[in-house]
């Protein structure tokens, strides 16, 4: 045989070898509807989807459509359910009557202050201690790969608010029940609009301002609209599903697969919170920069929260047995109260920059390698 057909076949082989694996590759759609460079595609969806595609050698790829051009915010659930995109991302609060339990642990959104720590104890609760949790996942059509947090929500309004009497009257977004419930105890009126529709809210005067954290001055372009940010510090979001998969796909997925995903889930949860967390830095050290002042609220607005969260326990537990049908709550609360304090002692004195993959790898081993990638989600 001469050089010249050993070449033509060994090209032959390899233009074979490339056709056989295009067919055998899979691009799968994942839907965000937050803008591109939000964290939760820059640390949740890309960090996640890049890994599996690696760590399957290019037999699942992922086609990323963000900005809400597939599905929004208050769709994403029947969107996964229906098979119009393999994965999402779910704002379980948005949906209290679909998923309670979840909304009960985002309901105690006040505990913990290291995002990282809330994320691994939102998730590890989620997914392997809140067997209802899972029921709720399953009746919509979905599985859920895990929670992600953001950092401390601040109060973001168009005139200053330092004082009790300050904040009366003001329309703010509320993100969930805990801050509508603290708006109202303060003399504001909570407003339950999506975050994607914040600015727009805002710049029509539909509001005076949001809860959110310090990092959607820019990732949204708040300063804009907004010059003033009290520094609060009420609580994280955290009933965050920012890696939902589809039931139909889910199902579709050989075991391997299943646990390329699994494998991968705490590097995107995790990396959705490093990425909140990057964000309201750069957004606080940029902040003065685009006219926004940071205040520090007086004592009669810290009076008024204390007094607002010294009952607030009492007040989750009368609305989840009379609003979300949980009989007894008090077990699932005090069991994600222990996680959080869990994580935070797990993750103390570590760097989210230096010690990042320890804290994935920590996760990973703690709560995604007891999940049998067989009988997850089934």
């Given at each position: 045989m001469t050089y010249q057909s050993k070449t033509l076949i060994a090209l032959a082989s390899a233009a074979f070898l490339a056709t056989s694996l295009a067919a055998t590759a899979k691009e799968v759609t994942f839907a965000a509807w937050l803008p591109p460079k939000h964290p939760t595609v820059v640390g949740g969806a890309e960090t996640f989807t890049k890994g599996v595609t690696a760590d399957s050698n290019g037999e699942m790829t992922f086609k990323l459509i963000t900005g809400g051009a597939l599905l929004g915010a208050k769709d994403t659930v029947n969107g996964l359910a229906d098979g119009?995109?393999?994965?999402?991302?779910?704002?379980?609060?948005?949906?209290?009557?679909?998923?309670?339990?979840?909304?009960?642990?985002?309901?105690?959104?006040?505990?913990?202050?290291?995002?990282?720590?809330?994320?691994?104890?939102?998730?590890?609760?989620?997914?392997?201690?809140?067997?209802?949790?899972?029921?709720?996942?399953?009746a919509a059509g979905i599985v859920s790969?895990?929670?992600?947090?953001?950092?401390?929500?601040?109060?973001?309004?168009v005139k200053p608010v330092v004082s009790a009497d300050d904040i009366k009257g003001m329309k703010i977004r509320a993100p969930g029940l805990l801050?509508?419930?603290?708006?109202?105890?303060?003399?504001?009126?909570?407003?339950?609009?999506?975050?994607?529709?914040?600015?727009?809210?805002?710049s029509r005067g539909q509001l005076d301002g949001t809860m959110t954290p310090l990092g959607s001055l820019k990732s949204m372009s708040l300063w804009d609209e907004t010059k003033y940010v009290t520094q609060i510090?009420?609580?994280?979001?955290?009933?965050?599903?920012?890696?939902?998969?589809?039931?139909?796909?889910?199902?579709?997925?050989?075991?391997?697969?299943?646990?390329?995903?699994?494998?991968?889930?705490?590097?995107?949860?995790?990396?959705?919170s490093k990425a909140y967390m990057a964000k309201?830095?750069?957004?606080?050290?940029?902040?003065?920069?685009?006219?926004?002042?940071?205040?520090?609220?007086?004592?009669?607005?810290?009076?008024?929260?204390?007094?607002?969260?010294?009952?607030?326990?009492?007040?989750?537990?009368?609305?989840?047995?009379?609003a979300m049908g949980i009989a007894e709550p008090e077990p699932f609360m005090d069991t994600y109260a222990a996680l959080i304090i869990k994580w935070e002692e797990k993750f103390a004195g570590l760097s989210v920059d230096d010690d990042f993959d320890k804290m994935v790898n920590m996760l990973t081993e703690e709560v995604y390698n007891k999940l049998d990638a067989a009988t997850y989600g089934q």
């Open positions: 119009l995109a393999a994965m999402g991302q779910v704002a379980f609060s948005y949906y209290p009557a679909e998923f309670p339990h979840s909304t009960l642990a985002g309901e105690m959104a006040i505990l913990g202050s290291n995002p990282l720590a809330i994320a691994a104890a939102t998730t590890e609760f989620s997914l392997l201690a809140c067997a209802p949790c899972q029921a709720e996942y399953k790969l895990g929670n992600a947090s953001t950092g401390a929500y601040e109060l973001v309004t801050w509508e419930r603290w708006l109202e105890s303060v003399g504001a009126v909570p407003v339950s609009v999506p975050s994607s529709e914040m600015y727009e809210s805002i510090g009420l609580g994280s979001f955290r009933s965050w599903g920012v890696l939902g998969v589809s039931e139909l796909h889910w199902v579709e997925l050989s075991d391997d697969m299943r646990r390329i995903y699994l494998n991968n889930a705490a590097a995107g949860i995790l990396g959705t309201d830095t750069v957004a606080r050290d940029e902040s003065a920069d685009k006219g926004v002042e940071i205040l520090q609220p007086g004592d009669t607005l810290l009076a008024a929260t204390d007094t607002f969260l010294q009952a607030d326990r009492a007040t989750i537990i009368a609305n989840a047995k009379s």
